[in-house]
């Protein structure tokens, strides 16, 4: 099998949440007749349960035929083919498997580089329910008191039972200065409606300080194409200062590139597992870290602590694990969000995308945390007053170091 850091140009790489196995493309055909399209049939697979490399045929042209002949209303045979298209990749029961148009794989390309207008939240699943992962710092949903693992029962007064991820972004992402309600619940704080603002909102992916007692910290919000960059200067410039202690934040981030990921664990970890990856129950990548890491963590003057919750999740995980598993790191704060798979992103000829699993990744020590999350070794529950004390727990274990 190719070798997944070797993609096609117009292929991601992806481990996010917002988003198991390799699905066969399929081939719509059409045909003009007397200004209506026929649709032929779609061959995919074969079986009640199908497998890859099989072959079957489902006919869904009685179906067309019935609507073009009763349907009282205009049809529109595009809309009809992306309807096909995203119902046959919806029926793989996977929310992290999605068909784009070419529009809303515009959309996605740019929230994957912190670019976008909407409420600044992070969704995913929990099970079969539609909740926020996490609210990103400074934007609307944050200020209207969103929080991890909040259910989103409604959008705009339409149910999200059995809605994909990305179906939902796209719902509540608009124009800045319009207003999307939400109805969200939570145990312990009951049902309730909010109304909120979309913003233009624009993610810096890490951001730096100098703490006290000369104590590093920095802030990945989103793994996107100039994350490594970014984080590799932050930590080069640490060094330069003569700090060997640093807090890395990953709470509330909701992932992105998995190279991203791996390239910095590379910062700390020097030629070790970040994570393997398997499809159908065999191995088909050991991603290891690469280069000279800036404070590597095989010498005992340089100290690593990582911040987690609820809000973090698949490539943030990634990356959390191999430093625990890997460099012996300390993870603070509260369990993550458990998202263990990742995704290919393939454009297509009609110049839609399909967004699909094509394996899970498991840590250095062979642990799946699908559906489980990661435990943190010290559990810190964040508390409601102004003072993060999750951090302040890092900076102890760092200063007692």
């Known amino acids: 099998m190719q070798k997944r850091d070797r993609l096609k140009p117009k292929q991601l790489r992806l481990g996010a949440a917002f988003l198991a196995v390799s699905l066969l493309f399929f081939a719509l055909g059409y045909q003009s007749n007397g200004g209506s399209k026929s649709f032929s049939w779609l061959r995919f697979g074969n079986g009640s349960t199908v497998k890859?490399?099989?072959?079957?045929?489902?006919?869904?042209?009685?179906?067309?035929?019935?609507?073009?002949?009763?349907?009282?209303?205009d049809l529109r045979p595009d809309e009809i083919e992306?309807?096909?298209?995203?119902?046959?990749?919806?029926?793989?029961?996977?929310?992290?498997?999605?068909?784009?148009?070419?529009?809303?794989?515009?959309?996605?390309?740019?929230?994957?580089?912190?670019?976008?207008?909407?409420?600044?939240a992070q969704l995913g699943l929990d099970g079969d329910q539609l909740v926020v992962i996490a609210p990103l710092d400074g934007f609307p949903a944050q200020k209207a008191g969103l929080s991890s693992g909040e259910a989103i029962l409604e959008i705009n007064g339409?149910?999200?039972?059995?809605?994909?991820?990305?179906?939902a972004v796209g719902k509540i992402r608009g124009e800045a200065g319009t207003k999307?309600?939400?109805?969200?619940?939570?145990?312990?704080?009951?049902i309730r409606e909010i109304d909120i603002t979309r913003e233009n909102v624009k993610v810096d992916s890490v951001k730096s300080e100098v703490l006290e007692g000369n104590i590093g910290y920095i802030k990945i919000s989103q793994f996107s194409t100039d994350t490594y960059s970014l984080a590799s200067k932050a930590v080069s410039d640490f060094k330069v200062k003569g700090i060997t202690r640093v807090i890395l934040d990953l709470r509330n981030n909701g992932g992105g590139y998995v190279d991203s990921a791996v390239n910095v664990a590379?910062?700390?970890?020097?030629?070790?597992?970040?994570?393997?990856?398997?499809?159908?129950?065999?191995?088909?990548e050991n991603r290891r870290t690469t280069g000279s890491p800036t404070l590597n963590l095989s010498d005992e003057s340089n100290k690593l602590v990582v911040l987690v919750n609820s809000g973090s999740a698949s490539a943030s995980e990634i990356l959390a694990a191999a430093l625990q598993e890997e460099g012996g790191v300390k993870l603070v704060g509260e369990q993550t969000f458990g998202k263990g798979s990742v995704q290919d992103v393939t454009q297509l000829k009609n110049g839609g995308s399909l967004k699909v699993t094509i394996a899970h990744w498991f840590t250095?020590?062979?642990?799946?945390?699908?559906?489980?999350?990661?435990?943190?070794?010290?559990?810190?529950?964040?508390?409601?007053?102004?003072?993060?004390?999750?951090k302040q727990k890092a900076l102890e274990v760092l200063k007692s170091s």
């Open 180 to 190: 999307v309600k939400l109805k969200l619940a939570k145990i312990g704080q009951g």
């Open 266 to 284: 590379g910062l700390w970890l020097d030629s070790k597992t970040v994570l393997s990856e398997r499809a159908r129950g065999k191995e088909i």
């Open 158 to 167: 339409e149910s999200t039972e059995g809605m994909s991820v990305d179906t």
């Open 82 to 120: 992306n309807g096909i298209r995203k119902g046959l990749v919806s029926a793989t029961g996977d929310p992290y498997t999605t068909y784009f148009t070419k529009d809303e794989y515009a959309d996605f390309q740019k929230s994957l580089n912190g670019e976008f207008s909407g409420i600044g």
């Open 52 to 73: 890859a490399g099989a072959d079957v045929s489902v006919n869904v042209e009685d179906i067309y035929d019935t609507l073009r002949e009763k349907f009282d209303g």
């Open 364 to 390: 250095p020590k062979g642990k799946s945390i699908d559906k489980e999350g990661i435990k943190p070794d010290i559990d810190v529950k964040l508390n409601s007053n102004d003072v993060d004390n999750q």
